[in-house]
């Protein structure tokens, strides 16, 4: 595996590759009704204005799909994610791009497995964190 990452290639401080989103409206169109949250503010700009908002705004739980994204594509297919946990602190807007990066807080063996704890985020354009997050994953060693 070419693309997989390995407990040995990282350090504390390393940042995780980031990963940059361009949701549309149909994308989140698609994902109210995955997701079953057909809130109107995430798909009704008339209904977001109305309420106070910019316009309509990307569902929380779709930011959460996208730092679950970051972590999972960076650690490969030997890599788990163990845990996340994500704070909504600011609205991102469709057709806006959304960053999301990361870096790694601490590593760690514990009971064999190979530990790394880690700040994930996600940013909008002007460098503002909307959803941080912390998570923990494990990688494979060489």
């Known amino acids: 595996m070419s693309n997989q990452l ?15 989103k361009h949701p549309t409206p ?20 008339d209904k977001a204005l109305a ?3 910019p316009g309509t705004i990307v569902h929380g739980r779709l930011k959460n799909a996208f ?19 994500i704070q909504h602190r600011g609205m991102d807007l469709p057709e ?7 870096t790694v807080v601490k ?7 190979n530990f790394v704890d880690c700040e994930v985020w996600t940013e909008n354009e002007k460098g503002e964190k ?4 912390t998570a923990t994953v494990t990688l494979p060693s060489r």
């Open 130 to 133: 909307t959803a941080p997050a």
């Open 6 to 20: 390995y407990f040995e290639d990282i350090e504390e401080g390393t940042e995780i590759t980031p990963l940059i």
């Open 26 to 45: 149909m994308q989140l169109v698609k994902f109210a009704g995955a997701s079953e949250d057909f809130n109107p503010i995430h798909y009704d700009k």
């Open 67 to 85: 730092l679950i994204q970051l972590l999972t594509d960076w650690i490969g297919d030997e890599g788990m994610l163990k845990k996340i946990a």
């Open 107 to 113: 590593k760690y063996v514990q009971i064999g497995e």
């Open 51 to 53: 309420d106070g908002l």
């Open 96 to 102: 806006h791009p959304i960053a999301c990066k990361g």
